[in-house]
């Protein structure tokens, strides 16, 4: 409601009874717009991260879901590919183990409260080989 009172530049007034039965009165106004404006705004902070596991899930608009584990309630992250071709050209299949190094976005309000995240495909990650053990 306040982005489409600054759209037009109005000001709302609303009068109401409360419990009580006494008439209440408010009004958002520039000021109250403009905080509510400062409150919604985000900043992004992004980390590159490896996501492991097998995937559960392809979409040809370049998105797969890969599963970290085999629990029923493993975590699971959908990863979303910029150019749905470079997922094509990899030939995936489900149940396929992967290891994607992804950038992790997370838009965060002035309060730091997370109102997105996204995972963005950069690249393939290493694998990791276990160490020789020696007897």
């Given at each position: 409601?306040s982005?489409?009172?600054s759209?037009?530049?109005l ?5 109401w ?7 209440r009165r408010?009004?958002?106004?520039e000021?109250g717009?403009?905080?509510?404006r400062?409150?919604r ?10 996501i ?7 979409r ?6 890969v ?11 959908d990863v979303?590919?910029e150019?749905?071709e ?19 976005r997370?838009?965060l309000?002035s309060?730091?409260i997370a109102?997105?995240?996204?995972y963005t495909?950069l690249g393939?990650?290493?694998e990791?080989?276990s160490?020789?053990?020696?007897p």
């Open positions: 409601m982005r489409a009172l759209r037009y530049a000001d709302l007034g609303v009068t009874y409360d419990a009580d039965g006494h008439m408010a009004r958002l106004t000021r717009r403009s905080y509510v400062r409150l705004e985000t900043k992004d902070r992004d980390q590159v991260i490896i492991s596991g097998r995937i559960t899930e392809l040809e608009s370049g998105l797969v879901k599963k970290t584990g085999t629990a029923k309630n493993a975590p699971a992250y979303r590919f150019e749905p470079e997922l094509l050209r990899m030939r995936p299949g489900l149940g396929d183990n992967v290891h994607f190094r992804v950038r992790f997370q838009q309000d309060m730091g109102r997105s995240t996204e495909y393939p990650a290493a990791q080989t160490l020789p053990l020696e």
